[in-house]
């Protein structure tokens, strides 16, 4: 089945701990892309990737690092989270920039 | 400042009625304009997209109108049904397919 997975669904951390919400789609695209989602702000672009090792800030990038080693996978990274990440994340990957996104079932993180 | 602008943030519509939801662009250079729907605990999932080089693009109940001079863009939903009730998103991209704007969606109920 076509998809894309990330993982967790649902994360509690303290502020400063490092974390990691890893993503993967098994459809062989080009383009990954991380959004957080928060009410009345719709969905913004964290980091987009238009294929391996190359990455890309998009809207709202500070306080978050990504990599793309392998097609694949497009892991989240937030180094030292703070409350103002608490926000519903969601992983998306498409054959091109410009073509139909499938997204993943969305990380719920909240920093305390 | 917010790439795409959509409007209304909520909507209430009859089952049966019609649901029109409007977005607006300043980028000439987008050329890719979806509509993704999200259900509550879901990702978004695209439902209809439009290039500009058309005007209309219908896929059964769900109509989106393309106005390029106006840089304005809205998806119909007719015969509106209460399992159309969703968040609706509007959605820019460009050419080169890099960067991904998101309106700030519409909260779609439709009462029985």
């Known amino acids: 089945e076509a998809q894309v997975t990330q993982n967790p669904r649902y994360l509690i951390t303290v502020t400063g701990k490092k974390l990691t919400v890893t993503c993967s789609q098994n459809m062989n695209h080009e383009y990954m892309s991380w959004y957080r989602q928060d009410p009345g702000l719709g969905l913004r672009q964290i980091y987009y990737?238009?294929?391996?090792?190359?990455?890309d800030k998009g809207d709202v990038p500070e306080g978050y690092k990504v990599s793309r080693k392998e097609k694949r996978n497009f892991p989240l990274i937030l180094e030292s989270p703070s409350p103002n990440q608490t926000s519903l994340y969601f992983c998306?990957?498409?054959?091109?920039?410009?073509?139909?996104?499938?997204f993943g079932q969305g990380t719920r993180l909240t920093v305390v | 400042q917010q790439q795409v602008k959509q409007s209304p943030q909520s909507l209430i519509v009859q089952k049966g009625g019609i649901s029109i939801i409007n977005c607006a662009y300043e980028n000439t250079a987008f050329d890719y304009f979806p509509w993704y729907q999200q259900f509550p605990g879901k990702g978004p999932a695209l439902l209809i997209a439009i290039r500009p080089d058309v005007s209309e693009k219908k896929e059964g109940r769900f109509t989106i109108s393309f106005n390029k001079s106006a840089k304005q863009f809205s998806l119909h939903i007719m015969d509106s049904q209460p399992g159309d009730s969703a968040t609706y998103f509007c959605?820019?991209?460009?050419?080169?397919?890099?960067?991904?704007?998101f309106g700030t969606g519409t909260s779609l109920t439709v009462i029985p």
């Open positions: 959605a820019a991209s460009t050419i080169t397919g890099n960067q991904f704007y």
């Open positions: 998306a990957s498409s054959l091109f920039g410009n073509t139909e996104a499938f």
């Open positions: 990737s238009m294929n391996v090792e190359v990455t």
